[in-house]
T-cell receptor
Framework: AQSVTQLGSHVSVSEGALVLLRCNYS??????LFWYVQYPNQGLQLLLK??????LVKGINGFEAEFKKSETSFHLTKPSAHMSDAAEYFC???????????FGSGTRLSIRP | EPEVTQTPSHQVTQMGQEVILRCVPI?????FYWYRQILGQKVEFLVS????????KSEIFDDQFSVERPDGSNFTLKIRSTKLEDSAMYFC????????????FGPGTRLTVT
């Protein structure tokens, strides 16, 4: 079955600390993968996308993610957290056999001063 | 930068009433989608639309739901007889073409059924 798992519904880090949000997808065929961010009371904004061109993908706001086929993972990282990064983050694979994006349950990122 | 727009931003309706949620996708996009997010839950796919017909729909998208592209710019989601459990944020999205293209999301319409 096509699914995605985000470990940790809530992650809290200090300002300036490393951000690591975990995502694992389930599939025998690597899908296309996206990370979306949702700020409070706003819509979904694309952070970055993996479409098989490069395994390390850089996105907006200093975020990046690495596709690891052997681990079926696509974890999101940022070297130094900023207060403005506080939001909900969704890992979202798009499988070539379907047109729909499957959203993970989301990880709420909180930043401590 | 082109963006997907949605109207209204908030819709309040009584149970049993019909609602139409409107979306204007990005102009050169060919694929259109509706998703919903019940408060506190994850975003769920409802339906995708291409070439004036539904290409895929989820089990949520039952006979109470319908989609239409009435003209060259609008894409609508109609709920014929709303239920309390239809209360959610509804997101419209569009993509340029092909499954590898990212979907651009609108800001959403918050539907409250009372």
């Amino acid at each position: 079955a096509q699914s995605v798992t985000q470990l940790g519904s809530h992650v809290s880090v200090s300002e300036g600390a490393l951000v690591l949000l975990r995502c694992n997808y389930s599939s025998s065929v690597p899908p296309y993968l996206f990370w979306y961010v949702q700020y409070p009371n706003q819509g979904l904004q694309l952070l970055l996308k993996y479409t098989s061109a490069a395994t390390l993908v850089k996105g907006i706001n200093g975020f990046e993610a690495e596709f690891k086929k052997s681990e079926t993972s696509f974890h999101l990282t940022k070297p130094s957290a900023h207060m403005s990064d506080a939001a909900e983050y969704f890992c979202a694979p798009l499988y070539s056999s379907a047109s729909k994006i499957i959203f993970g349950s989301g990880t709420r990122l909180s930043i401590r001063p | 930068e082109p963006e997907v727009t949605q109207t209204p931003s908030h819709q309040v309706t009584q149970m049993g009433q019909e609602v139409i949620l409107r979306c204007v996708p990005i102009s050169n996009h060919l694929y259109f989608y509706w998703y919903r997010q019940i408060l506190g839950q994850k975003v769920e796919f409802l339906v995708s639309f291409y070439n004036n017909e539904i290409s895929e729909k989820s089990e949520i998208f039952d006979d109470q739901f319908s989609v239409e592209r009435p003209d060259g710019s609008n894409f609508t989601l109609k709920i014929r007889s709303t239920k309390l459990e239809d209360s959610a944020m509804y997101f419209c999205a569009s993509s340029e073409e092909g499954v590898a293209y990212e979907q651009y999301f609108g800001p959403g319409t918050r539907l409250t059924v009372t």
